[in-house]
T-cell receptor
């Protein structure tokens, strides 16, 4: 089955700086890579996604990149704000099955 | 739409008791997923329904776990008998198609003492 590894497990950044989270996956059949943000006491919420026929996607302050050959994908948050503090999960999907990374706890220091 | 609705939000029960978690998917969505989240294992897929039919239950940990989807607007996850190691947050998610965006509910935090 799919194995998704996510790094780092925790990330502390100064407000206004950038945050980068990296993931690798093992199953070359995976073709969809979403990123979820989970706030305390809530369910994961999709913030951005990328499909395997695209190398990069941007939505305001967040961007994702995908390297299919290396089976790497990354989340970039620029100009971080306190409300970006949360746990972020990467995932890889093959057909209907989403496999999640272990999560990154992001803390934005004011 | 109100999103995926789960109940209860919190459940505390004694070991050996039966626990039933409930989920109402987003109207019109034909795919429903139950996930379990723990510190040790992260987010794991337990079972996947498509058009009310269980398609993949390979993630259901033991026979103590069962799930049903009697109609397109309701699903249950039952644990009988419950054990302390079942303590976790259980999420239900739905999507319009199996390979489209999955929307998660707020989760049920289960504590078995």
């Amino acid at each position: 089955g799919e194995n998704v590894e996510q790094h780092p497990s925790t990330l502390s950044v100064q407000e206004g700086d950038s945050a980068v989270i990296k993931c690798t996956y093992s199953d070359s059949a995976s073709n969809y890579f979403p990123w979820y943000k989970q706030e305390l006491g809530k369910g994961p919420q999709l913030i951005i996604d990328i499909r395997s026929n695209v190398g990069e996607k941007k939505d305001q302050r967040i961007a994702v990149t995908l390297n299919k050959t290396a089976k790497h994908f990354s989340l970039h948050i620029t100009e971080t704000q306190p409300e970006d503090s949360a746990v972020y999960f990467c995932a890889a999907r093959n057909d209907y099955k989403l496999s999640f990374g272990a999560g990154t706890t992001v803390t934005v220091r004011a | 739409d109100a999103g995926v609705i789960q109940s209860p939000r919190h459940e505390v029960t004694e070991m050996g008791q039966e626990v039933t978690l409930r989920c109402k998917p987003i109207s019109g969505h034909n795919s429903l997923f139950w996930y379990r989240q723990t510190m040790m294992r992260g987010l794991e897929l337990l079972i996947y329904f498509n058009n009310n039919v269980p398609i993949d239950d390979s993630g259901m940990p033991e026979d103590r776990f069962s799930a049903k989807m009697p109609n397109a607007s309701f699903s249950t996850l039952k644990i009988q008998p419950s054990e302390p190691r079942d303590s976790a947050v259980y999420f239900c998610a739905s999507s319009s198609e199996p390979n489209t965006e999955a929307f998660f509910g707020q989760g049920t935090r289960l504590t078995v003492v």
